[in-house]
């Protein structure tokens, strides 16, 4: 199983090949194409991540002590930022999601090339992530999991 580094640097990697910022959108917008559809039941309003501007839903399962991330949204290249989010953070335990550093959006250039608006979007996503990992870490704890 990759680790959450290893799935940052593959997405670093392919963001290089690309210099101009028009095809890196591309890529997030093929990214969101590729997301696979979220279930209708979980377009509600406790899904929905505060701070976007967009509407973004991101639903979280807990399997065999790894979290598990499906969502969608309206704005394709949004669905495109969290597609990115899901593929180096889903899978993995809610220890290795808290202690994860997302160095990969600084690298491959998203948060210079967001507005602001959508930059604090992806904050808010990360945020809504980490907050089910804590959530679920602590559950785990109390051994509620």
Request: charged share 30%; with cysteine.
């Given at each position: 199983m990759a680790t959450i580094n290893d799935?940052?640097?593959?997405?670093?990697?392919?963001?290089?090949?690309?210099?101009?910022?028009?095809?890196?959108?591309?890529?997030?917008?093929?990214?969101?194409?590729?997301?696979a559809p979220?279930?209708?039941k979980y377009k509600n309003e406790q899904n929905?991540?505060?701070?976007?501007?967009?509407?973004?839903?991101?639903?979280?399962d807990y399997e065999d002590?790894?979290?598990?991330?499906?969502?969608?949204?309206?704005?394709?290249?949004?669905?495109?930022?969290?597609?990115?989010l899901i593929r180096v953070l889903s899978g993995h335990t809610p220890t290795e999601i808290m202690d994860a550093d997302l160095y990969f959006v600084e690298k491959i250039g998203l948060k210079d090339h967001l507005s602001p608006t959508r930059s604090n979007g992806l904050l808010a996503m990360i945020?809504?992530?980490?907050?089910?990992?804590?959530?679920?870490k602590t559950k785990e704890a109390e051994g509620n999991a």
């Amino acid at each position: 199983m990759a680790t959450i580094n290893d799935l940052q640097d593959e997405v670093v990697e392919e963001f290089q090949d690309f210099t101009d910022w028009m095809d890196k959108y591309q890529m997030l917008i093929d990214l969101g194409n590729e997301l696979a559809p979220l279930d209708e039941k979980y377009k509600n309003e406790q899904n929905l991540i505060d701070g976007c501007q967009s509407r973004v839903w991101l639903q979280c399962d807990y399997e065999d002590g790894k979290l598990v991330f499906t969502a969608d949204s309206d704005a394709l290249i949004v669905k495109g930022i969290i597609a990115l989010l899901i593929r180096v953070l889903s899978g993995h335990t809610p220890t290795e999601i808290m202690d994860a550093d997302l160095y990969f959006v600084e690298k491959i250039g998203l948060k210079d090339h967001l507005s602001p608006t959508r930059s604090n979007g992806l904050l808010a996503m990360i945020k809504q992530i980490r907050m089910y990992a804590l959530a679920y870490k602590t559950k785990e704890a109390e051994g509620n999991a």
